[in-house]
Nanobody, 122 residues
């Protein structure tokens, strides 16, 4: 059974940085597109970033372009999200997910983690 596990969330002041990590034990990691999503209270889950199987190409939501960086280490079966210049509106539960497809849609992702809370204080 596959269960992704996120870590690294916490409380950070506006303008600060935080790095989230996701471990994927049991996943044939290199065969999946990996993505990050987030969900704020009362809102739908939204796409944040994704990365190709080899890690050569990335894609970001407009709201995080220039501030967030997604990366992966296939040898370690991990994917990370480096978040810089954090804003209050970045506050959300962040989820790691795996998909066979290059997509921004949550429904296209097959495996998910439990989420890690990121709170940006003002």
């Amino acid at each position: 059974q596959v269960q992704l596990v996120e870590s690294g969330g916490g409380l950070v002041p506006a303008g600060g940085s935080l790095t989230l990590s996701c471990a994927a034990p049991g996943l044939t990691f290199g065969t999946y597109v990996m993505g990050w999503f987030r969900q704020a209270p009362g809102k739908e889950r939204e796409f944040v970033a994704r990365i190709t199987r080899s890690g050569g190409t990335t894609y970001y939501a407009d709201s995080v372009k220039g501030r967030f960086t997604i990366s992966r280490d296939n040898a370690k079966s991990t994917v990370s999200l480096r978040m810089n210049m954090l804003k209050k509106e970045d506050t959300a539960v962040y989820y790691c997910a795996a998909s066979y497809d290059w997509s921004s849609e949550p429904t296209e992702y097959d495996y998910w983690g439990q989420g890690t809370q990121v709170t940006v204080s003002s």
